[in-house]
């Protein structure tokens, strides 16, 4: 599979995040949370909280800080960049995908999965 448009450049102000959908090699729907961090550069994470499924697009704006996201539940961390968790409660990475921004749309690839702790 290749990089899908999922929004345009400009449906995002930094600091922000959106939830989206995207079909995955297999057919099947995937929940990604595509976040704009405060630097103004794109990430694409599973929109998933790995401590208790909760969608981290739920939470409000407020939740992007830096390069991590806040889920709204219990306070996990996400780093933007790994997924790692920055403490407890969450202990697992979510699934961070592929995300590049072409003439002013955003594209995401959720076969491309990122390795937990590259950079």
Request: glycine share 10%.
């Amino acid at each position: 599979m290749s990089l899908v448009r999922v929004l345009a450049e400009h449906d995002l102000e930094p600091g922000s995040l959106r939830a989206v959908e995207v079909r995955g090699e297999d057919g099947t729907l995937l929940p990604v949370v595509v976040v704009r961090a405060e630097d103004g550069g794109y990430h694409a994470l599973g929109d998933e909280c790995s401590h208790q499924s909760v969608l981290l697009s739920e939470g409000d704006d407020d939740a992007v800080e830096g390069c991590s996201v806040e889920c709204w539940l219990h306070g996990s961390r996400f780093d933007l960049r790994t997924g790692r968790p920055s403490g407890p409660p969450a202990v697992s990475p979510v699934p961070v995908y592929r995300c590049e921004v072409s003439d002013g749309d955003v594209l995401v690839d959720v076969d491309q999965r990122q390795q937990a702790g590259a950079a």
